[in-house]
């Protein structure tokens, strides 16, 4: 496996870091002080286009569809994706920055569902603020066909950064709670605790892809050398 830092630590197999070497060179960029709110939320864009590309090709898979025609007239099959019930979930704020990147690679428009996490600086531990999932349990009379269910095939969770994990962490407990049967998780960079405590919350139902790893966080709960606060590098509001 590639890693930002030549990583030793061996992660499950659902755990997945990008090899690109443009994944890598972008990240090195994007480390940088120097780099500005306009090139930082490009390079998010960059990135995520790419871990969430390798990332889909593994989680969806075609399906033959109706017949259509060309415009000079051949008919041929149509290919759609399944699962078709996919559902975005960004985590605020910096996973704000990664919906387009994955929008654009689905063929179908898909619902955006926000979920609003902040870590409690003293613990560390996240506190949830904001939460617009529909998903919900299903009952016993929508498992037998009567009424359908909410719930999503596959959730992807949209968040830049896993430092400690906690708060993906919380996001994926929310989600499993809330009735998804799938989760994909795409983020920039994650330290090498952070990716390993995730990975072993729901390993049969949830997908990690990742840019890069960095070995260690600090006191602070932050990646070294990591990226900074990527929502406040985002929105201008670094030193707030």
């Given at each position: 496996?590639?890693?930002?830092?030549?990583?030793?630590?061996?992660?499950?197999?659902?755990?997945?870091?990008?090899?690109?070497?443009?994944?890598?060179a972008k990240l090195s960029q994007?480390?940088?002080?120097?780099?500005?709110?306009?090139?930082?939320?490009?390079?998010?864009?960059?990135?995520?286009?790419?871990?969430?590309?390798?990332?889909?090709?593994?989680?969806?898979?075609?399906?033959?569809?109706?017949?259509?025609?060309?415009?000079?007239?051949?008919?041929?099959?149509?290919?759609?994706?399944?699962?078709?019930?996919?559902?975005?979930?960004?985590?605020?704020?910096?996973?704000?920055?990664?919906?387009?990147?994955?929008?654009?690679?689905?063929?179908?428009?898909?619902?955006?569902?926000?979920?609003?996490?902040?870590?409690?600086?003293?613990?560390?531990?996240?506190?949830?603020?904001?939460?617009?999932?529909?998903?919900?349990?299903?009952?016993?009379?929508?498992?037998?066909?009567?009424?359908?269910?909410?719930s999503a095939d596959l959730a992807?969770?949209?968040?830049?950064?896993?430092?400690?994990?906690?708060?993906?962490?919380?996001?994926?407990?929310?989600?499993?709670?809330?009735?998804?049967?799938?989760?994909?998780?795409?983020?920039?960079?994650?330290?090498?605790?952070?990716?390993?405590?995730?990975?072993?919350?729901?390993?049969?139902?949830?997908?990690?892809?990742?840019?890069?790893?960095?070995?260690?966080?600090?006191?602070?709960?932050?990646?070294?050398?990591?990226?900074?606060?990527?929502?406040?590098?985002?929105?201008?509001?670094?030193?707030?």
């Amino acid at each position: 496996m590639a890693s930002s830092t030549s990583s030793t630590t061996t992660f499950p197999p659902s755990v997945h870091i990008s090899q690109h070497p443009c994944v890598q060179a972008k990240l090195s960029q994007l480390r940088s002080a120097s780099t500005n709110a306009r090139e930082t939320k490009a390079l998010v864009h960059e990135i995520a286009t790419m871990v969430g590309c390798e990332a889909l090709a593994k989680a969806l898979t075609v399906q033959a569809g109706e017949t259509d025609h060309s415009p000079l007239g051949y008919p041929y099959q149509t290919a759609t994706i399944t699962p078709q019930n996919i559902r975005l979930v960004p985590i605020l704020r910096s996973g704000l920055s990664m919906i387009d990147a994955v929008q654009s690679l689905l063929p179908v428009a898909v619902p955006v569902h926000h979920l609003g996490l902040y870590r409690e600086k003293t613990t560390l531990q996240p506190v949830e603020y904001y939460n617009n999932l529909p998903y919900h349990k299903s009952s016993p009379s929508s498992a037998s066909g009567s009424q359908p269910s909410s719930s999503a095939d596959l959730a992807i969770i949209l968040d830049p950064i896993i430092a400690t994990g906690s708060t993906l962490g919380a996001a994926i407990e929310t989600l499993r709670e809330a009735g998804a049967k799938r989760i994909l998780a795409i983020a920039v960079l994650a330290s090498e605790t952070g990716l390993g405590k995730v990975a072993e919350i729901w390993p049969e139902g949830v997908t990690i892809w990742v840019g890069g790893v960095d070995r260690e966080t600090d006191g602070k709960g932050m990646i070294k050398p990591g990226l900074g606060d990527v929502g406040d590098r985002l929105f201008l509001t670094v030193g707030k």
